[in-house]
T-cell receptor, first 110, second 113 residues
Framework: SQKIEQNSEALNIQEGKTATLTCNYTNYSPAYLQWYRQDPGRGPVFLLLIRENEKEKRKERLKVTFDTTLKQSLFHITASQPADSATYLCAPGGSYIPTFGRGTSLIVHP | EADIYQTPRYLVIGTGKKITLECSQTMGHDKMYWYQQDPGMELHLIHYSYGVNSTEKGDLSSESTVSRIRTEHFPLTLESARPSHTSQYLC????????????FGPGTRLLVL
């Protein structure tokens, strides 16, 4: 069955460091992969989409990579800030409705 | 900020009551979705719609029903609420293009006593 794996343990980092979150998927061949941010008690907010033929995508302090051979996407936040603290969800997609991972909680300490 | 609205934001209700959770979007999106999410857990798709008069059940079995009479409106109804229905319900919409970026509402937190 299709499966999305994101680190269930919270990632704690110091302000100013780079945060790296991992998304692994199995039994998928997604045409693209999306990353969302979710704050407690609120709906997810779309951040970035990367297509299968793209290796890397950037938006301001965010960078996403997509390795279809490894079936993995990495999500980086550079110069992290306490305001970046949230849960980050990955969502592989294609001709089907995107399915969301459980998310990884990021905590940025001042 | 996405133009998708959910009401009520919070609802506490007794077992056996009928409830309707409202979801509206002003973006003209064809596709709309309902998800259920417990704290710290993943989103589970319970219903979706590809347009007016189109509704489908999602991956997670749900006792709720939905309707799509107008493009902008996608209400979810529970005929008889039970404590097991206690959860957060999130509505989303997408433009219906191949790349399905979803825009989420703020959610309804439901507590059934």
């Amino acid at each position: 069955s299709q499966k999305i794996e994101q680190n269930s343990e919270a990632l704690n980092i110091q302000e100013g460091k780079t945060a790296t979150l991992t998304c692994n998927y199995t039994n998928y061949s997604p045409a693209y992969l999306q990353w969302y941010r979710q704050d407690p008690g609120r709906g997810p907010v779309f951040l970035l989409l990367i297509r299968e033929n793209e290796k890397e995508k950037r938006k301001e302090r965010l960078k996403v990579t997509f390795d279809t051979t490894l079936k993995q996407s990495l999500f980086h936040i550079t110069a992290s800030q306490p305001a970046d603290s949230a849960t980050y969800l990955c969502a592989p997609g294609g001709s089907y409705i995107p399915t969301f991972g459980r998310g990884t909680s990021l905590i940025v300490h001042p | 900020e996405a133009d998708i609205y959910q009401t009520p934001r919070y609802l506490v209700i007794g077992t056996g009551k009928k409830i309707t959770l409202e979801c509206s979007q002003t973006m003209g999106h064809d596709k709309m979705y309902w998800y259920q999410q417990d704290p710290g857990m993943e989103l589970h798709l319970i219903h979706y719609s590809y347009g007016v008069n189109s509704t489908e059940k999602g991956d997670l079995s749900s006792e709720s029903t939905v309707s799509r009479i107008r493009t902008e409106h996608f209400p979810l109804t529970l005929e008889s609420a039970r404590p097991s229905h206690t959860s957060q319900y999130l509505c989303a919409s997408s433009p219906g293009q191949v790349q399905e970026t979803q825009y989420f509402g703020p959610g309804t937190r439901l507590l059934v006593l």
